[in-house]
């Protein structure tokens, strides 16, 4: 399954950082830092284990079966990294993004307050000055991971192929 990210509402950009890279340090880029609520459903891609473990690691189900009390932890450091994501800020799209300094808080109803850190490489000198103006103001971000080597809808069509 490829790791997707969609914020339950507009997360927060908590910081951008301007840098250049390149052995030349030729290349713009920028690290955009955002926070927001996302489903508890993220969890299970950056603790590298399923849905389910996750949900019981970070909530304790009602007699109905939906989390209704955290569990007792806090806050999780994951450690995940992302690379080659398409991540929409706003009206801004890129490709070839990495993702990573995940960390997340479990809270009501299953979901979790995300943070996480995206690292732009050749941005646009025109998009540094939008992103900046952004800074503590609330916008949509959507991140989508690189499709899973071993994601069922690639068997699928490998399946359809070799037939």
Known sequence: MTFEVHFNSKPEITNVNIRKEGAEHDILACDVDVKGEAPGKVAGELLGCSDSEARGLLWHDDIEGHPARMTGVTAITSWAKFENCIVTIGKLKY??????????????????????????????????????????????????GEPDMFDEESEEKGDTEAA
Not at 108 to 115: C, F, K, P, T, W
Not at 123 to 140: F, Q, S, Y
């Open 95 to 144: 490709e070839g993004v990495t993702v990573k300094k995940f960390k997340l808080k479990p809270t009501g109803g299953g979901n979790v307050d995300l943070s996480c850190q995206i690292q732009i490489s050749k941005i646009p000198k025109e998009h540094v000055g939008k992103l900046a103006d952004e800074v503590r103001e609330h916008i949509p971000v959507v991140i989508l």
